[in-house]
């Protein structure tokens, strides 16, 4: 009888546990609580934390879009944009955002995992809740993400968050030297996200780019660590309200002090005014 | 007896052991997961829907700031929007935000719910966990947010979020038509959310604004309606690239389809090109 | 990579960097390989995200020019000890800035290359 009983009760427990629908077990999930921030990088922040920055990155890139970051480079040597968009403060968009030019914070839920960017305010929803690709995808710089949680080694807590991003528009870069995307914006972007071994504070983001202006995946590893500050300050984008740079036709000006537009270039020629003569 | 009891306390142990220690219990709070949009409909762009745009939203402005609206309102009817800093893709403030032109999203954590709109790719942190309010903040257009969550009916379960929010960046305007919040950025605005108790499709969120430009707290009550859908769509809004449109000096001109510059409205002088005239050598 | 992450962290973290090291966009439009000086006063400090801003008015030759000068993120500034109260207007400040390569009154500012008008370190007394 105590035998029975006690079954009864073993199974009780686990259906308990089980839940009608799950509700949501933190503890079953990695503390990815906090405040984020990037770990080293060099200057300008390059795709490749682990490379110089610009033609040291050796992106592979087929030789029609090395050419393009290559005039890019040199544009941007004269004073010029080249590719780069963000200067008009144009969303970083999928993967640049990944770089973490400011501060990020990962809000984990059942069916959705949040990565909220300070920079740009870009916000990424990742769907965990188990959809397919949807049929008519929104296109985005973002991209839309699909992931999955991952229990690498058996603990019976998830510690990896696979991530398929795929459904892009717009002109994307990698870094600030403008390292393209192609325009047919078909790029997959897989990432494996997860904590490090030994260092509770740090995360791992291995990306992979598979894009058709690579002659091959690209995949770079990005590091963030968390920030020690029980009450973080979270900044948002004031990007527009103070940006001073503006793109006229393809040529970038500065604003001045005083809110003119200024030359970028040494013997930069004003912009052409060919709509106002008409008035 | 005394085996039945062991048995019981057995399985209240197994029972805690199993389902761990969730950081968030869901039965205590209201569900206001998915896609949130204006009950009233985006069209209804005026902070009080139930009032029309403009004059007649009779908000209660001290008469220095009654004055800047009807100032703001004239130069709207001759086509100039510089009262509306949205136009120049600066995000809306707060409360402005909180029409939800466009689909809003609320997470409820333990310590936090995060409120997203798509407006100006809007992220709000609402700190329920008890903080005290900081001594300062860098004002921001959402503002710093406190909340507590209250269950005002005593079923075991939060029903309301009351927020508070201090430190909102100015200038800045209740809706398009130019209502100003006074310059001081010391408005403080009171919130109190929560599902429409006859119909739990329609979340209430009634806003109190406590401003210097007011001769008294008003409060308008804004509606949202949930989207029924298991997936629903989220759009990217990137203002600068919708907006096409340049400051230069004291002036808004436009980028035409070839990118370049274009007056906004008749007779508008083209741009000031002075830094042009000295640098060229 | 863990132990160089390590001892990374232990070395102190994010060191002051200057506003190129952390842009989110190219700062190749500032001529970094030929620094100029500038002294003057603050006109206003913008503390915006992503980059902060220095309006800093120079006089020379009778004639005011007031330099529009582009920095790191106040994240980065946060981490240097900076705050929006830091520098005010009317504090006067010797820059070492990278200009514009037009010659027109634009540059780059940093933290490192930032002082009181007696050449020393801005203290960050909060």
């Known amino acids: ?279 | 007896m005394r085996g039945s009891i062991s048995l019981f306390m057995l399985i209240a142990v197994l029972c805690a052991s199993l389902t761990g220690a969730p950081a968030l219990d869901e039965t205590r709070y209201p569900d206001w997961k998915g896609q949130w949009v204006r009950a009233d409909g985006a069209e209804a762009a005026q902070w009080d829907a139930r009032k029309p745009w403009g004059l007649g939203q009779q908000p209660p402005l001290i008469s220095e700031y009654q004055a800047l609206f009807e100032a703001n309102l004239k130069q709207l009817a001759v086509g100039v929007k510089a009262s509306d800093p949205t136009t120049r893709c600066i995000p809306s403030a707060m409360p402005r935000v909180m029409m939800a032109i466009h689909p809003m999203e609320i997470v409820v954590m333990p310590d936090t719910t995060y409120i997203m709109i798509e407006t100006s790719s809007t992220l709000r942190r609402v700190f329920t966990d008890g903080r005290a309010w900081p001594k300062e903040r860098e004002p921001s257009y959402a503002g710093y947010s406190v909340g507590q969550w209250e269950d005002t009916d005593r079923d075991g379960r939060f029903d309301t979020l009351a927020i508070e929010t201090r430190w909102i960046k100015g200038p800045h305007s209740y809706d398009d038509s130019g209502i100003p919040l006074h310059q001081d950025e010391q408005a403080v605005i009171k919130e109190r959310i929560s599902l429409d108790r006859s119909d739990p499709r329609l979340l209430r969120n009634e806003i109190t604004t406590i401003d210097n430009a007011l001769s008294r707290p008003w409060t308008v009550t804004q509606s949202y309606r949930r989207v029924v859908s298991a997936q629903p769509v989220w759009t990217e809004r990137i203002c600068t690239e919708d907006s096409q449109m340049i400051r230069i000096g004291e002036e808004d001109y436009g980028l035409g389809s070839d990118g370049l510059l274009v007056p906004m409205r008749k007779g508008q002088p083209s741009p000031d090109l002075r830094y042009f005239n000295q640098t060229r050598n | 990579m863990g132990r160089k992450l390590t001892a990374f962290l232990v070395a102190g973290g994010l060191v002051a960097l200057g506003g190129a090291a952390i842009a989110h966009h190219s700062f190749a439009m500032f001529d970094q390989e030929n620094p100029i000086e500038l002294a003057g006063a603050v006109q206003e400090f913008k503390f915006t995200s992503p980059h902060t801003f220095i309006l800093l008015k120079v006089s020379k030759d009778g004639k005011d020019v007031v330099w529009n000068l582009e920095g790191a993120s106040p994240s980065a500034l946060v981490r240097d000890g900076w705050s929006s109260k830091t520098i005010k207007p009317g504090d006067e400040l010797v820059m070492k800035i990278d200009p514009l390569r037009s010659g027109a009154p634009g540059g780059a500012w940093n933290v490192k290359n930032t002082k009181t008008k007696e050449g020393k370190a801005i203290t960050v007394t909060h």
Not at chain 1, 16 to 26: L, M, N, R
Not at chain 1, 42 to 57: E, I, R, Y
Not at chain 1, 198 to 219: G, K, L, S, V
């Open chain 1, 1 to 279: 009888m105590q035998v029975r009983v006690l079954i009864g009760a073993v199974a009780l427990a686990l259906a308990f546990a089980s839940g009608d629908g799950a509700a949501f077990d933190a503890t079953r999930y990695p503390d990815w609580k906090g405040q984020w921030l990037r770990v080293g990088g060099g200057q300008g922040a390059p795709w490749d934390p682990a490379k110089p920055w610009g033609p040291g990155q050796q992106a592979p890139l087929t030789p029609e879009y090395q050419a393009k970051l290559e005039a890019s480079l040199a544009d941007q040597a004269a004073g010029g944009a080249g590719l780069d968009r963000d200067l008009i403060c144009m969303t970083a968009g999928m993967p640049r955002m990944m770089n973490l030019y400011s501060t990020m914070e990962i809000v984990i839920t059942l069916d959705q995992t949040y990565i909220l960017m300070s920079t740009f305010n870009d916000t990424r929803r990742i769907f965990t809740d188990g959809r397919d690709w949807p049929a008519d995808m929104p296109l985005s710089y973002a991209g839309y993400s699909i992931g999955k949680w991952i229990d690498v080694d058996g603990d019976g807590r998830y510690d990896v968050l696979e991530v398929e991003t795929r459904g892009f528009r717009g002109m994307r870069t990698l870094d600030s030297t403008s390292i393209p995307l192609h325009e047919d914006n078909q790029t997959v972007i897989k990432e494996r996200i997860y904590s490090d071994k030994t260092n509770p504070n740090i995360m791992h983001n291995e990306i992979t780019i598979i894009d058709n202006a690579f002659t091959q995946p690209w995949t770079v590893t990005k590091d963030y660590r968390r920030g020690a500050q029980a009450q973080p300050v979270w900044r948002e984008s004031e990007c527009i309200e103070s940006n001073s740079h503006v793109l006229i036709g393809n040529e970038h000006y500065m604003i001045s002090a005083d809110g003119m537009l200024m030359p970028a270039k040494k013997n930069q020629a004003p912009p052409d005014l060919r709509y106002f003569n008409k008035q």
